[in-house]
Nanobody, 121 residues
């Protein structure tokens, strides 16, 4: 069983930065792919970024490419989403996910509770 807990959300002005963390329990975390998704008010949840089990492969949504960076530290059971040059349209609840398959879809088996990110203009 894997449990995920996100942190690092908050309120930031446009152009600012935030660093989201997702800490996982369970030894299987190290072998799982990880993803970040977000859901804005009134919209469906969407893919943001993903990283494979070793950290050697990453993938980003076009809307965040060049501004967001996903990374992981398996020794600390942590995956990070560094968000720079934030825009008001990045405002959403951000979710961490983990699963056996590296994918941009919502097929991940485990999900965190989400952390709110609000970008003011």
């Amino acid at each position: 069983q894997v449990q995920l807990v996100e942190s690092g959300g908050g309120v930031v002005q446009a152009g600012g930065s935030l660093r989201l963390s997702c800490v996982a329990s369970g030894r299987a975390f190290r072998s799982y792919a990880k993803g970040w998704f977000r859901q804005a008010p009134g919209k469906e949840r969407e893919f943001v970024a993903a990283i494979n089990w070793s950290g050697s492969i990453t993938y980003y949504a076009d809307s965040v490419k060049g501004r967001f960076t996903i990374s992981r530290d398996n020794a600390k059971n942590t995956v990070i989403l560094q968000m720079n040059s934030l825009k008001p349209e990045d405002t959403a609840v951000y979710y961490c996910a983990a699963g056996e398959r590296f994918t941009t879809s919502e097929e991940y088996a485990y999900w965190g509770q989400g952390t709110q990110v609000t970008v003011s203009s």
